[in-house]
């Protein structure tokens, strides 16, 4: 089984990837950030490095998309190959940052790869305000994440609603902002109770 989390940059993917794998026992996949090789370069110049950043991650998530779907174990993902089509990439090309000629390549190659993979079975959005994001990225204190503007956060947070509002499979959206799940054990607990739901039909999920 495949799990994917979902979210904008900050809104607790990782912590929640890592809680959940150690709750359920599931295998977590993390996103390779820290020894990205570009990632540093891409966010001090943003429109020379955007191609660079979104091929590097597309191989990853595609190698990481591949492994999982080899696996017989229950993998929890940080992050998806589809983030990086329809929000990121497509933010980067609304904004300038990535001309035509690039953005055709880029959509070519991941149009090839989804010929040889499939959807998560659950995706989980981690759905977060905009005050939310700045106040996470502020106290993790990451230096190539000071220079991220509210424009970009505000873009990106806007497609990734319009995603989710046209996503195909199954999805489960938690609100982000309204949740200390790393620190209140209650909190946590109505996540787990919602995905035991949605998996394993506990309880009939509300609106």
Request: aromatic share 14%; with cysteine; charged share 25%.
């Amino acid at each position: 089984m495949h799990i994917g989390i979902a979210g904008n940059i900050g809104c607790g993917k990782t912590t929640l990837t890592r809680m959940l794998a150690e709750h359920y026992g599931w295998t977590p996949k993390y996103e390779a950030v820290t020894y990205n090789p570009y990632l540093e370069d891409y966010y001090s110049d943003i429109s020379r490095w955007s191609f660079n950043l979104e091929v590097y991650f597309l191989t990853q998530r595609f190698r990481d998309v591949l492994e999982i779907s080899r696996s017989e174990k229950v993998i929890i993902q940080d992050r998806t190959i589809f983030e990086g089509v329809y929000i990121f990439v497509a933010n980067n090309r609304a904004m300038g940052n990535l001309s035509e000629r690039d953005f055709n390549t880029y959509m070519d190659l991941f149009h090839l790869m989804m010929s040889m993979v499939k959807a998560p079975d659950l995706l989980i959005y981690m759905k977060s305000s905009i005050p939310h994001l700045v106040s996470q990225i502020a106290r993790r204190g990451r230096d190539y994440e000071k220079s991220i503007s509210i424009e970009y956060l505000t873009g990106l947070n806007e497609r990734y609603d319009k995603w989710i509002s046209e996503y195909p499979g199954k999805v489960l959206t938690i609100d982000a902002d309204g949740l200390d799940f790393q620190n209140r054990p209650e909190d946590f607990s109505l996540i787990t109770d919602r995905i035991d739901a949605m998996l394993y039909g506990l309880f009939r999920e509300t609106v």
